[in-house]
């Protein structure tokens, strides 16, 4: 049971909670990536400052995104942690509803701090970003996040946020 503890992220929304379950099989560096980052409190108010209807809800800037420390909207999204970028881990799990994937730049060893949630099923992704976790609940909290502007690529002027992240282990 610890095991599963130690691999279950739990986000918590203002709607409720969101337990991930992470993949340390599928992507190893990418899971001890955000492992770390929660249990070092990194993620916490972090904002989901990209978010599109129909697509996904993007979030852990943890440089720029955090709402309770100089938040700035015009640069969220553009950075990550003070860790080195990781090496890519694509797999064959498919970005299905729900899936949750590392974000990165062009460059496809870029992932680092920032991650997103998938609203619906987005199999254009497979192969070319690194899958990590998948939710295993609280869905309708991640369908009830703000929606962007789509004229602006999902920007969301006063976005919704991670209140807490944390493992099970350590809730």
């Known amino acids: 049971?610890?095991?599963?503890?130690?691999?279950?992220?739990?986000?918590?929304?203002?709607?409720?909670?969101?337990?991930?379950?992470?993949?340390?099989?599928?992507?190893?560096?990418?899971?001890?990536?955000?492992?770390?980052?929660?249990?070092?409190?990194?993620?916490?108010?972090?904002?989901?400052?990209?978010?599109?209807?129909?697509?996904?809800?993007?979030?852990?800037?943890?440089?720029?995104?955090?709402?309770?420390?100089?938040?700035?909207?015009?640069?969220?999204?553009?950075?990550?942690?003070?860790?080195?970028?990781?090496?890519?881990?694509?797999?064959?799990l498919p970005f299905d509803r729900g899936v949750v994937g590392m974000a990165r730049s062009q460059n496809p060893n870029s992932g680092n701090s920032q991650f997103f949630i998938m609203f619906d099923d987005g199999h254009f992704l497979n192969g070319q970003y690194t899958v990590f976790g998948r939710v295993t609940s609280g869905m309708e909290h991640v369908d009830a996040i703000k929606r962007g502007n789509q004229a602006a690529n999902g920007a969301v002027s006063d976005p919704d946020r991670m209140i807490t992240v944390k493992l099970a282990g350590d809730a």
């Not at 691999?7 to 991930?20: A, C, M, S, T």
């Not at 992470?22 to 899971?31: E, F, G, M, N, S």
């Not at 995104?65 to 064959?92: H, Q, V, Y």
């Open 1 to 92: 049971m610890a095991d599963n503890q130690d691999n279950l992220l739990i986000i918590e929304l203002k709607d409720g909670p969101v337990h991930v379950e992470l993949l340390p099989d599928v992507a190893p560096k990418h899971v001890e990536r955000i492992k770390h980052l929660a249990k070092n409190g990194e993620y916490d108010n972090v904002a989901f400052h990209r978010v599109i209807e129909g697509f996904m809800a993007q979030t852990g800037d943890v440089e720029h995104g955090d709402m309770e420390e100089g938040f700035n909207p015009a640069r969220a999204g553009t950075g990550g942690s003070d860790l080195p970028d990781l090496p890519a881990e694509f797999s064959k």
